[in-house]
């Protein structure tokens, strides 16, 4: 029997090769992680993957995650790999774990959990904390990767670096924005893909993020670093208000137009009290880009469903001070005590009238005990009736009777207009993101976005083709983001591969499961009609196996003109 | 390059100002409160936030280095 000729070949599938062209039949070879032949490939694989009956599409790229902690002790980034997906950028909204002093690894974490919605023991447990700089952090992801990695620096982190405590109460000095300066050129020749920033977060005190303490000024002498490596700034926008969103806009495209960089911003959503909003921002961004500048906003797929307990915080009660108050700084005693007493309770059931008539339609997702367990399913209104009392008192009753364990869905919350979320995707300047992968673990399951896409907005509205929803989950997004061997399939490039049944791919159901360090819980989605996932041209996930050691890259890698100590890490 | 149509105007806070002092510079020709509480308004993000822990140099200051402030009311539709 004669040696295989490649590595692993892919045989008979439907190659939808991420340019938007139509799909066609054909075989897809492979070569120490590249794409070796696109065709009728005659000689054998080492590996032989039958894809008859299924689409054969570049990895999927997911432009918006939080996986940077999760990486440290989950090299696929679990589920992600499992939807198709085989880049993530982490290092979003201005927070990212490098670089970073010692003595600020407490605040970061801190505003991981406020934002992020994060546990702190997870960090505490599954975080070995190896490095400082960004290099460092860089090689103690390699040392353990089956996805690709391409970072953002954080905006905070840099601020938090040069200036200390500082970094939270003012602007920075000429001198201080030049040594950040400094800093974020050796992220970016390290391999860095870009800086974020927030203009919307708060860190644990309820307090803006450091970021958000920056002038103008400072973020334009960022933007002229990733002017000279040609890379993205990513921001979080006041997604609340469109005005402020359009103003936004307008500053990411002067500094696109004057250091000639890509910038992005997240999310972009359809808010249910916001009839135009969404579209006044895009013509904004449709007349930024005939002007040349490139402001990509970023879409996610799914509508915003919310679960939550009283165990832990929820970005749900921000609307309600006292609740959010008690949930976020209080124990649970704290809070079972304020569910207890009389004239405490009064007062929450008052305030919580302001997200009336939400309560009518939030269900109960999770209790243990005997009584409630046949509750499952039902509303708080349903629960109510059968009660005797108002939906608010029934939400306060269940989480004491399960000492406060008791979990309910607050569904289809906004971004649930099909019409209009799908005209979004499918706009050219729109790419899919802002999944959140990695965050909001206790209150939404960031996963299965891509197989949403094709469920919802292929297969059900119609609103994008097969070949278009692929093209945006690939080519598009690694063309913004400057991947730019990845995203299509086409000999010489990286073989990052997904294939899946056209026809079945979609998000499950979310799960809650028992997977984060310091027996922590999260919500997730597995997939569906995905049948493997090839990283490097390695198979990192299969239906058939389950995940699979890989080699993961981080994007784009260390630059030319990168310091040494970059390269060394390499 | 393509003209880009009237938004509703903004400006960025010069260091350390504070409503008080943007409205001096963009509503001249109104009596200070009388500007300071339409910028107020028309500013409800800033107006609003929680305050400064005490001690801070922010305090007393909603005002941000990175905030957008509307110097006029919403346009209409």
Not at chain 1, 92 to 103: F, G, Q, T, V, W
Not at chain 1, 470 to 485: E, P, Q, R
Not at chain 2, 35 to 53: I, T
Request: glycine share 8%; net charge negative; hydrophobic share 45%.
């Amino acid at each position: 029997m004669t040696a295989p000729a490649h590595d692993l070949v892919v045989r008979g599938g439907l190659v939808v090769d991420g340019t938007g062209l139509p799909a066609f039949r054909a075989d897809v070879a492979v070569d120490g992680g590249r794409i070796a032949a696109v065709g009728a490939v005659r000689g054998r694989g080492r590996t032989e993957i039958d894809a008859t009956g299924q689409v054969v599409a570049p990895g999927f790229i997911d432009p918006h995650t939080h996986f940077d902690a999760q990486l440290v002790w989950d090299p696929w980034a679990k589920p992600a790999v499992e939807h198709g997906v085989t880049t993530v950028v982490p290092g979003n909204c201005s927070l990212s774990l490098a670089p970073l002093r010692a003595e600020h690894r407490a605040k970061l974490v801190g505003m991981f959990n406020q934002i992020e919605e994060m546990p702190l023991l997870a960090f505490e447990r599954g975080i070995d904390w190896t490095w400082e700089s960004f290099p460092d952090y860089l090689a103690r992801l390699r040392r353990h990767l089956s996805i690709n990695v391409a970072p953002l620096v954080g905006h905070s982190l840099l601020r938090l670096w040069v200036m200390g405590d500082a970094a939270m109460e003012r602007t920075a000095t000429p001198a201080e924005v030049a040594a950040m300066q400094a800093l974020l050129r050796d992220c970016l020749a390290a391999g860095a893909v870009g800086l974020s920033t927030s203009y919307v977060d708060m860190d644990e005190r309820l307090q803006p993020v450091p970021s958000r303490l920056a002038d103008p000024a400072e973020v334009d002498a960022l933007a002229a670093v990733l002017g000279e490596f040609g890379r993205m700034l990513q921001i979080v926008p006041e997604f609340y208000d469109a005005d402020l969103m359009i103003a936004r806009v307008d500053q990411l495209a002067e500094l696109s137009l004057r250091h000639a960089i890509p910038t992005t911003f997240s999310p972009l959503f359809v808010a249910p009290d916001d009839r135009t909003g969404p579209e006044r921002v895009m013509a904004r961004v449709d007349e930024q880009f005939a002007r040349g500048a490139r402001v990509w906003p970023q879409v996610q797929t799914r509508p915003i469903d919310i679960s939550f307990s009283f165990a832990v915080p929820s970005l749900l009660f921000f609307r309600m001070p006292s609740w959010y108050r008690l949930i976020r700084f209080g124990t649970p005693e704290d809070v079972k005590a304020a569910f207890t007493d009389p004239e405490r309770r009064r007062a929450l059931v008052a305030e919580a009238q302001i997200l009336e008539p939400l309560w009518l339609k939030v269900v109960l997702r999770r209790a243990l005990q005997p009584d409630n367990r046949p509750l499952v399913g039902l509303t708080l209104a349903q629960i109510a009736e059968r009660r005797g009392t108002t939906p608010v008192e029934a939400m306060i009753d269940l989480s004491l009777e399960e000492d406060l364990d008791a979990h309910f869905l607050a569904a289809d919350m906004g971004h649930n207009d099909d019409a209009r979320v799908g005209a979004l995707l499918a706009h050219p300047r729109v790419h899919v993101g802002a999944s959140d992968g990695g965050a909001h673990i206790l209150s939404f399951a960031t996963y299965g976005d891509t197989g949403y896409l094709f469920s919802r907005f292929v297969r059900g509205t119609g609103a994008l083709s097969l070949e278009g929803a692929v093209k945006k989950l690939t080519a598009d997004t690694a063309a913004i983001w400057g991947l730019f061997d990845r995203g299509r399939i086409a000999p010489g490039l990286a073989a990052d591969l997904v294939v899946f049944d056209p026809d079945r791919i979609d998000r499950g159901e979310e799960v809650y499961v028992h997977d984060v360090p310091g027996d922590g819980w999260r919500y997730v989605r597995g997939s569906r009609g995905v049948a493997c996932t090839i990283v490097n041209g390695t198979v990192a996930w299969s239906a058939e196996g389950g995940y699979a050691e890989a080699r993961g890259a981080i994007l784009p890698g260390p630059q030319p003109g990168a310091a040494t100590w970059a390269l060394a890490a390499e | 390059m393509a003209d880009l149509r009237p938004v509703r105007r903004w400006v960025s806070p010069g260091p350390g100002e504070g409503f008080a002092d943007i409205a001096r510079r963009a509503l001249p020709d109104l009596p200070e409160a009388e500007a300071v509480g339409r910028l107020q308004s028309w500013n409800l993000h800033v107006f609003l936030r929680a305050p400064a822990p005490p001690g801070s140099p922010r305090a007393g200051n909603p005002v941000l280095p990175s905030d957008v402030i509307f110097v006029e009311p919403p346009l209409p539709a």
